[in-house]
């Protein structure tokens, strides 16, 4: 009634015509995502395998079960052997350590001459 129909079917004053326009919203939210959410945890993902190379025997370390043990042996890249209680060794995957608590110091192999 009030509004005429010429006024009526005027395009939008940001161009919805355009694709770019319309698709401004996903891409911003696609960006904020990346930047708080994929960024972040691709920094983690590095320092924990960072981390993990660097496990040496003398290290107190946290299992992802939550146990405290002592590195006894490294085996391979992809196992260790923690001492878990006095005389109670298990061999544990690398990649589930959790945490590496305290560095122990290199400790000489045995058999190796002064």
């Known amino acids: 009634m009030f509004i005429s129909s010429a006024f009526a079917q005027t395009g939008s004053p940001f161009g919805g015509d355009n694709m770019l326009v319309s698709l401004l919203p996903f891409i911003l939210i696609f960006v904020i995502m990346y930047l708080l959410i994929l960024r972040p945890q691709q920094k983690r993902v590095k320092q924990h395998a960072e981390m993990v190379k660097n496990v040496r025997?003398?290290?107190?370390?946290?299992?992802?079960g939550g146990l405290v043990a002592k590195v006894t042996k490294v085996i391979d890249d992809d196992k260790i052997e923690i001492e878990v209680a006095d005389g109670v060794r298990a061999v544990q995957m690398r990649a589930m350590v959790?945490?590496?608590?305290?560095?122990?110091?290199p400790v000489k192999e045995e058999g190796a001459s002064s």
């Open 98 to 105: 959790s945490d590496v608590r305290a560095k122990g110091e």
């Open 57 to 64: 025997r003398g290290d107190t370390v946290v299992t992802s």
